[in-house]
C-alpha cells in the first residue's frame, strides 16, 4: 500500500514538474502577452503588469486597420501556399528520374544537388539579380525566386526507391503517359512524404521575414511577418496595440499547429529515426531559394 | 543507367532532362549561381547603388576586414563563435533533460510535448516582440522579478553584459522542442532489457544514464549537436528583430546583413562577410562531425 502510495506521489510529481515547465515556461508568455491586448493604453502604463480590467477589443480592430494585415494575410497566404505546392510537384519530378537512374550519372547528379546546399547562402547576389531581372519588389517575382527550387528532393530521391520499378512498367504498357504517371501513381503513393514536406514548407515560407525584408519594398506587397516587424517599430510605445496585432499575426499559424502538431511532431521523429536528422523547420528561411 | 519505359523512341532520350528542367534551372538562377557569385562580389567595391559602377579591388575587402575595420569584424566573429557554443550546450542540455521527463506515453505528456515544440512554428518576428515585451525595462514583467530577486536594474535587451545571452536563451526557448523530440524517439529505441540488466546489477540512476542511456543516444546527439550549431551559425533575423546587432550581439551574419542592406549599403563588404561566415560554418561544421562520428565509434 505505501509503495503504491509513493509510486503515485512519484507519478503526481512528475505530471507537476512537466505541467509547469511547458505551461509556465512556453505557454504562459504567449498568454500574458495575449492579456495585455485585453487592456486599454492607459490602464497598460497605469499597472502594466496585472490583469486587464476593461477587457477591450479595441487594440484588435485597431491594429487590424492601422497594420493593414487584410492584404498582409492575402499575401502571406500565397507566398507560403503557391511556393510550397510548385516547389513538392518540381521536387517529385526532379527525383524521379534521378532515384530510377535515368541519367547516365544519376548519382552524380544526386551528389551535385547535396553539395550544392552546403554552399553560401547568396541573399546578396540574389538580390542584386532580382533587381537585374525584376523579380524585385514584385508579387510574381518573390513567388518564382521562392518557388523554384527542389526542396525536399533529397528525401524524395530516397523514398521514391522505395516504389517498386514494375509500376512505371506496367503503367507505360498500359499507355500512361509520363506526366500523367507521375500526377496520378508516385504523387499519391508519396502522400505522407509531401505531407510532411508541405506543412515544414508552408510554415517555413508563412514565417520568412529575411527574404520580404530585402525583396519587398512596397507595403503592399508585403507578408505579415514584414507588416508586424514594421508595426513594432513604428507603435513600439502602445504595447497593447502591438500585442494585438502579434496575436492576430500568431493566431492563423497557432491554428495550423494545434489542426496539424501530430504530423510535425512525427516529422521530426521519424526524419530522426532515418538517421538524417529528417526534416528540419527551416532555421534561415532565406536559406530556401 | 537504366531503360525508361516511358514515352516513344524518339522522345525517350530528352524524357529525364525534360523532366528535372525546371527545378535544375530555378536551381541554377536563385540557388547555384548566387551562391557561386558572393564569392565573386567580395573581391569587388560595389556599394549596391544603382548605376554605380563594379569596381573590381581583388583581395580588398579581406585586407580591410584584417585590418583597418579588424576591431569590428574580430568582435563579430568573437559574437558568433559565444552564440553558436551558448545555443548547442544549452539546447542540447535542455532538449537531453526535456526528453527524459517527457519521454513516456502518459496523458497529458502529448500535450506538453506539443507546447514545448510550439514556439518554433512562430515567426522570429512574433517570438523578437514576444520576448521585447516580457524584457521591456519599463513595462515588462521581468524587471520587477529581476528587481526583487537582485535589487538593481537592469536594461536586459539593452545591457551590453546580458544582451548576447538573453538572445540565445531566447534562440533556446525557440528551438529546444526540436532536440527533445529527436531525443525522445532515440530514448524510445533503446532496449528495455538494457535497464532491466543495469537495475538487476544495482546500477544507481546516475550510473544507468552515464553507461546506458548517453552512449545509446550518441546517435541522436551528433545529429542535434550539428543541426543545432549548423542553425545558429548564421542566425541573424531573430536578433535583427530582437536588439538589431546593438549591445554586444552582432554576429557575423548580422554585421554581413547591416553592411549589405542598412544605411550605407557596400554589397561588395557584405559579401566577404558572407564567405567568412561560410568558412566558419565549413570550419565547424566539419570539426563536429570529425569529433561527433569519432564518439560514436570509440563507443
Same mark, same amino acid.
Given at each position: 500500500?505505501?509503495?503504491?502510495?509513493?509510486?503515485?506521489?512519484?507519478?503526481?510529481?512528475?505530471?507537476?514538474?512537466?505541467?509547469?515547465?511547458?505551461?509556465?515556461?512556453?505557454?504562459?508568455?504567449?498568454?500574458?502577452?495575449?492579456?495585455?491586448?485585453?487592456?486599454?493604453?492607459?490602464?497598460?502604463?497605469?499597472?502594466?503588469?496585472?490583469?486587464?480590467?476593461?477587457?477591450?477589443?479595441?487594440?484588435?480592430?485597431?491594429?487590424?486597420?492601422?497594420?493593414?494585415?487584410?492584404?498582409?494575410?492575402?499575401?502571406?497566404?500565397?507566398?507560403?501556399?503557391?511556393?510550397?505546392?510548385?516547389?513538392?510537384?518540381?521536387?517529385?519530378?526532379?527525383?524521379?528520374?534521378?532515384?530510377r537512374g535515368w541519367f547516365k550519372h544519376s548519382n552524380a547528379l544526386y551528389g551535385f544537388f547535396v553539395f550544392s546546399g552546403f554552399l553560401p547562402a547568396g541573399l546578396i547576389p540574389l538580390f542584386i539579380e532580382a533587381q537585374k531581372i525584376g523579380t524585385y519588389n514584385s508579387r510574381i517575382g518573390y513567388l518564382i525566386m521562392t518557388s523554384l527550387t527542389g526542396a525536399g528532393f533529397f528525401f524524395f530521391v530516397g523514398y521514391i526507391k522505395t516504389i517498386p520499378r514494375e509500376l512505371d512498367e506496367a503503367a507505360a504498357l498500359d499507355g500512361c503517359g509520363y506526366i500523367r504517371f507521375i500526377f496520378t501513381m508516385i504523387i499519391p503513393q508519396?502522400?505522407?512524404?509531401?505531407?510532411?514536406?508541405?506543412?515544414?514548407?508552408?510554415?517555413?515560407?508563412?514565417?520568412?521575414?529575411?527574404?520580404?525584408?530585402?525583396?519587398?519594398?512596397?507595403?503592399?506587397?508585403?507578408?505579415?511577418?514584414?507588416?508586424?516587424?514594421?508595426?513594432?517599430?513604428?507603435?513600439?510605445?502602445?504595447?497593447?496595440?502591438?500585442?494585438?496585432?502579434t496575436i492576430i499575426v500568431a493566431l492563423p499559424i497557432l491554428a495550423v499547429f494545434a489542426i496539424l502538431q501530430r504530423n510535425l511532431v512525427e516529422g521530426v521523429a521519424g526524419g530522426a529515426a532515418a538517421g538524417s536528422g529528417g526534416v528540419t523547420v527551416t532555421r534561415n528561411p532565406e536559406k530556401i531559394p | 543507367m537504366s531503360t525508361i519505359p516511358f514515352g516513344t523512341k524518339r522522345t525517350r532520350r530528352w524524357l529525364p532532362w525534360a523532366s528535372i528542367a525546371v527545378p535544375t534551372i530555378g536551381w541554377l538562377v536563385f540557388g547555384l549561381f548566387p551562391s557561386v557569385a558572393t564569392v565573386f562580389y567580395s573581391f569587388t567595391e560595389y556599394s549596391g547603388f544603382p548605376g554605380t559602377p563594379l569596381h573590381f579591388c581583388g583581395l580588398c575587402n579581406y585586407h580591410n576586414a584584417l585590418n583597418s575595420s579588424w576591431t569590428d569584424f574580430e568582435t563579430s566573429v568573437t559574437v558568433?563563435?559565444?552564440?553558436?557554443?551558448?545555443?548547442?550546450?544549452?539546447?542540447?542540455?535542455?532538449?537531453?533533460?526535456? =526528453?527524459?521527463?517527457?519521454?513516456?506515453?502518459?496523458?497529458?505528456?502529448?500535450?506538453?510535448?506539443?507546447?514545448?515544440?510550439?514556439?518554433?512554428?512562430?515567426?522570429?518576428?512574433?517570438?523578437?516582440?514576444?520576448?521585447?515585451?516580457?524584457?521591456?525595462?519599463?513595462?515588462?514583467?521581468?524587471?520587477?522579478?529581476?528587481?526583487?530577486?537582485?535589487?538593481?536594474?537592469?536594461?536586459?535587451?539593452?545591457?551590453?553584459?546580458?544582451?548576447?545571452?538573453?538572445?540565445?536563451m531566447i534562440n533556446v526557448w525557440m528551438f529546444s522542442g526540436y532536440t527533445m523530440l529527436v531525443y525522445i524517439a532515440a530514448l524510445r529505441r533503446i532496449p528495455p532489457e538494457l535497464y532491466e540488466a543495469a537495475s538487476l546489477d544495482g546500477a544507481g540512476r546516475f550510473r544507468t544514464f552515464r553507461h546506458i542511456t548517453w552512449p545509446l543516444l550518441a546517435n541522436a546527439t551528433t545529429v542535434n549537436v550539428f543541426l543545432t550549431a549548423m542553425g545558429c551559425v548564421g542566425e541573424y533575423a531573430l536578433i535583427r528583430v530582437l536588439t538589431d546587432g546593438d549591445y554586444g550581439t552582432k554576429t557575423l551574419g548580422m554585421y554581413m546583413f547591416d553592411t549589405a542592406?542598412?544605411?550605407?549599403?557596400?554589397?561588395?563588404?557584405?559579401?566577404?562577410? =558572407?564567405?567568412?561566415?561560410?568558412?566558419?560554418?565549413?570550419?565547424?561544421?566539419?570539426a563536429l562531425l570529425f569529433f561527433l562520428r569519432r564518439r560514436e565509434v570509440t563507443l
Open positions: 500500500m505505501s509503495l503504491r502510495l509513493r509510486e503515485m506521489t512519484r507519478t503526481g510529481g512528475l505530471q507537476l514538474v512537466c505541467l509547469v515547465i511547458s505551461v509556465g515556461f512556453f505557454a504562459l508568455p504567449l498568454v500574458y502577452l495575449a492579456l495585455q491586448a485585453f487592456k486599454t493604453n492607459t490602464e497598460f502604463l497605469n499597472d502594466p503588469t496585472g490583469l486587464p480590467h476593461s477587457w477591450t477589443t479595441a487594440n484588435f480592430s485597431d491594429a487590424w486597420s492601422q497594420g493593414d494585415f487584410s492584404t498582409e494575410m492575402v499575401n502571406s497566404l500565397l507566398y507560403a501556399v503557391v511556393p510550397d505546392v510548385i516547389t513538392l510537384v518540381l521536387g517529385v519530378f526532379l527525383a524521379f528520374p534521378i532515384s508519396m502522400k505522407p512524404a509531401l505531407a510532411t514536406f508541405g506543412i515544414f514548407g508552408f510554415v517555413a515560407g508563412w514565417n520568412n521575414l529575411i527574404l520580404p525584408l530585402v525583396m519587398l519594398n512596397d507595403q503592399s506587397l508585403w507578408p505579415v511577418t514584414r507588416g508586424l516587424f514594421s508595426f513594432f517599430g513604428q507603435y513600439s510605445s502602445q504595447w497593447p496595440l502591438v500585442a494585438a496585432a | 558568433t563563435l559565444k552564440y553558436v557554443a551558448g545555443v548547442t550546450v544549452l539546447q542540447i542540455s535542455i532538449g537531453l533533460g526535456l =526528453a527524459l521527463l517527457l519521454r513516456h506515453r502518459r496523458r497529458g505528456f502529448g500535450l506538453y510535448r506539443a507546447l514545448i515544440f510550439m514556439p518554433q512554428v512562430f515567426s522570429v518576428t512574433i517570438v523578437g516582440v514576444l520576448f521585447s515585451l516580457i524584457l521591456d525595462p519599463q513595462n515588462g514583467p521581468a524587471e520587477p522579478a529581476y528587481h526583487g530577486l537582485f535589487g538593481s536594474t537592469s536594461a536586459f535587451l539593452g545591457d551590453q553584459t546580458w544582451a548576447l545571452w538573453l538572445v540565445i542592406f542598412g544605411v550605407n549599403p557596400s554589397l561588395g563588404y557584405g559579401s566577404m562577410l =558572407a564567405v567568412a561566415q561560410f568558412v566558419i560554418t565549413l570550419v565547424i561544421g566539419s
